[in-house]
Each structure stands twice: as structure tokens, then as C-alpha cells.
């Protein structure tokens, strides 16, 4: 056998171990997301009559969603907070993994890393349900300014209280997502930086900030799809009040078991995640040369 034949037979089996190794994870994605996505699609065109499914093709759900003024109002509501708590949580995590990288020493960078970690441990609703006792009127919050002379506040059941549960699902993955981005930069940019005479402030912005650019959009990104798809916040710190496209999808199908317009409203949102996520990835990736 030659040298070429032997060569063609390793790469062979590399391509066989490579696709074993891959195809678990393609396989999942596509029994468990590809194909309900799909199902999803196809029964957004379905009809419901005497309260049961019925295999159509009409765009009835389609025209009666979009033309609703609670669908508009929900959508519009639904994308501006996340937009905002996206920014939101990006900029208030951005000091705590600057210090974490830059100015905690090892010992204490895991420490503070494994606390970042720790609310992971406990189920989300349960943190919920616990922070309805600190912003509830009569509430630990409104019961320590009370003396003071103040309040009473109304958090819960109104926008700031989801927004409030967004940063709480959110931030402590943004950092830590953050904190990989500002550990991955090369450490001789900032020395040159600051021996070109640049201050901490310019160098933030000329090299840090460019230099990680990639991270912190991706982290930026989790947080927007967390809080576009999220529950738990805006029904159980927010109210419903106004609803999200969450609470919309579930307020379908308890009403008449509708579920080819929760099916609507669900492909909306993952069409938006969709648009949403392609302007993010051309922040991060625009302008980068393929090596």
C-alpha cells in the first residue's frame, strides 16, 4: 500500500470519528427542536373547532392575531424591555468582570467567579416567589423606609418588577460570559496602551472594548433571548400588566384551548429572536476578515 493510500485511509477515519462524535447533538437538535419547530409552523395554520384541533390550512390565526391590537401592544412591550434590559445588564456587569480579570487577584477571582455561579444552584421561580416578599406593599423594602418617611413603593406588579426579574435571570450569566470575553485579551495590548501614555478610561475604549468585542455582544445576546422568552419575571414580579408575548402564548391556550394562535404569536417571537440575533452577530462579526 502506498504512502497516498495510507494517507487517504487516515483522513477517512478521522471523517468517520469526527461525524460518530457530531451526530448525537445533530440528531437532538433535530428530533427536539427542527422537528416541533416545524409542527409549530404547521399548526399555526390548523382551525379549532368545538374546542379541538383540526388538521387546515387557513390563514384565518394569522390575519386575527396580527390585526389584534393586544398582539401589537404585547410585541412592542415585550421587545423593548428585553432590548432595554439587554443594555441594562450589560453595562452594570461590564465593572464587576473588568475587576474580576483585571484587578482581583487568583484566589479571589474564583471565589468571585463560584458566587456568580451559586444563584445557579436554586430554581429561578423559587427567587421569584422570594423576591415578592421583599417589593409586596406591605414588603420588607416599604417596611425599612417606612421610618424614614418614605414610600410606600410599588414595585411588584409593574413594569420595573419585571424588569427587576430580567436582570435577576440575566446578570450573573452576563458576567460571567463577560468575564471569559476581557480574560481572552491579549495583555500586551494594555501594557503598550499604557505605555503610549493612554489612560485607564482611553484604554478601556481602544483596546478593551474592541479587543473583546465578540463576548460581550454574545452576552449581550443571551440576556435579549432570556428576557424575550422569559415567564416567570413578568407574570410573577410584573403582573401581566401590560402582558408579554410569553403570557400571550399561555393566555391563547387557556382560553379556549387555542393553539394554532399561540402557535402564532410563538413563531413571531422566534422570528424576531431571529432578526434580533442576525443584527447582533453583524455588530460582533462585521468587519472581521475570515483567516
Known amino acids: 500500500?502506498?504512502?497516498?493510500?495510507?494517507?487517504?485511509?487516515?483522513?477517512?477515519?478521522?471523517?468517520?470519528?469526527?461525524?460518530?462524535?457530531?451526530?448525537?447533538?445533530?440528531?437532538?437538535?433535530?428530533?427536539?427542536?427542527?422537528?416541533?419547530?416545524?409542527?409549530?409552523?404547521?399548526?399555526?395554520?390548523?382551525?379549532?373547532?368545538?374546542?379541538?384541533?383540526?388538521?387546515?390550512?387557513?390563514?384565518?390565526?394569522w390575519v386575527t392575531i396580527f390585526k389584534a391590537d393586544f398582539f401589537a401592544?404585547?410585541?412592542?412591550?415585550?421587545?423593548?424591555l428585553s432590548l432595554l434590559a439587554a443594555v441594562l445588564c450589560?453595562?452594570?456587569?461590564?465593572?464587576?468582570?473588568?475587576?474580576?480579570?483585571?484587578?482581583?487577584?487568583a484566589a479571589t477571582r474564583r471565589l468571585l467567579i463560584f458566587a456568580l455561579i451559586v444563584p445557579f444552584f436554586t430554581s429561578f421561580p423559587v427567587r421569584i416567589y422570594s423576591m415578592q416578599v421583599f417589593f409586596s406593599p406591605p414588603g420588607i423594602i416599604n417596611h425599612l423606609i417606612e421610618p424614614f418617611g418614605w414610600g410606600p413603593v410599588h414595585v411588584l406588579n409593574t413594569s420595573a418588577g419585571t424588569m427587576i426579574g430580567f436582570l435577576t435571570l440575566t446578570l450573573p450569566l452576563v458576567v460571567?460570559?463577560?468575564?471569559?470575553?476581557?480574560?481572552?485579551?491579549?495583555?500586551?495590548?494594555?501594557?503598550?496602551?499604557?505605555?503610549?501614555?493612554c489612560g485607564r478610561f482611553r484604554t478601556i475604549l481602544t483596546v478593551i472594548?474592541?479587543?473583546a468585542r465578540v463576548g460581550l455582544v454574545l452576552a449581550a445576546a443571551f440576556a435579549f433571548v432570556l428576557c424575550f422568552g422569559d415567564y416567570i419575571s413578568p407574570?410573577?414580579?410584573?403582573?401581566?400588566?401590560?402582558?408579554?408575548?410569553?403570557?400571550l402564548i399561555a393566555d391563547q391556550v387557556k382560553s379556549?384551548?387555542?393553539?394554532?394562535?399561540?402557535s402564532v404569536v410563538a413563531v413571531s417571537m422566534i422570528?424576531?429572536?431571529?432578526?434580533?440575533?442576525?443584527?447582533?452577530?453583524?455588530?460582533?462579526?462585521?468587519?472581521?476578515?475570515?483567516?
Open 90 to 105: 450589560s453595562l452594570i456587569a461590564f465593572p464587576t468582570a473588568y475587576a474580576i480579570v483585571f484587578r482581583a487577584k
Open 176 to 197: 460571567l460570559l463577560q468575564t471569559l470575553a476581557l480574560g481572552g485579551i491579549d495583555k500586551t495590548l494594555i501594557e503598550a496602551s499604557h505605555n503610549l501614555r
Open 271 to 291: 422570528v424576531t429572536l431571529m432578526v434580533v440575533l442576525g443584527v447582533l452577530m453583524r455588530i460582533a462579526y462585521g468587519g472581521r476578515r475570515a483567516s
Open 235 to 247: 407574570q410573577l414580579l410584573g403582573g401581566s400588566r401590560p402582558p408579554t408575548l410569553s403570557i
Open 1 to 61: 500500500m502506498t504512502d497516498q493510500a495510507i494517507s487517504e485511509r487516515s483522513k477517512a477515519a478521522v471523517r468517520r470519528f469526527a461525524v460518530v462524535l457530531g451526530a448525537p447533538p445533530l440528531v437532538w437538535q433535530l428530533l427536539f427542536f427542527v422537528v416541533p419547530l416545524g409542527f409549530l409552523l404547521a399548526m399555526s395554520f390548523w382551525s379549532v373547532r368545538n374546542f379541538r384541533l383540526q388538521p387546515d390550512f387557513t390563514f384565518a390565526n
Open 256 to 262: 379556549g384551548n387555542n393553539w394554532p394562535r399561540a
Open 209 to 211: 472594548l474592541p479587543s
Open 73 to 80: 401592544k404585547a410585541f412592542v412591550h415585550t421587545l423593548t
